[in-house]
């Protein structure tokens, strides 16, 4: 299932969401519909409609999430995750705050970078 937003937000959260969104889970990887989604569109929040990533951006990273080479200007803030033992980089909403998944610095070029976000924590809107 695939949520959907507009401009003033969408649609009531599932239990899965909010368990990522708000407590900081992560979805089983594989899991969502959204790695396989090669359509042009836009990326957004499911918790607020914040628009964070374009279909441009995206590619198959082989981990197992939907993976992101590069973000929306101002659309998400980091900060440093050390649970679970590591040392790692969290990616959240920079509108509502909630969390969307890490950030690592083994993507592919132009950034080098690589958004590994949880599938449930977006909403896809097809051009």
Known sequence: ???????TGC????????????????????????NHEKRAGLYHCAGCGQTLFDSE??????????SFYDV?????????DTRHGMV????????CKG?????FPDGPLPTGLRYCMNGL???FEPS
């Open 72 to 80: 929306r200007p101002g659309a998400v803030e980091t900060t440093q």
């Open 99 to 103: 969390h969307l998944g890490h950030v």
């Open 88 to 95: 790692r980089t969290e990616v959240h909403c920079a509108s």
């Open 57 to 66: 951006t995206k590619y198959e990273s082989g981990s197992g999430w939907p």
């Open 11 to 34: 649609g009531p959260l599932t239990p899965e969401q909010e368990h990522i969104l708000k407590g900081h889970g992560t979805e089983y990887p594989g899991s969502s519909p959204l």
């Open 1 to 7: 299932m695939t949520q959907s937003c507009s401009p």
């Open 121 to 123: 924590a977006l909403a």
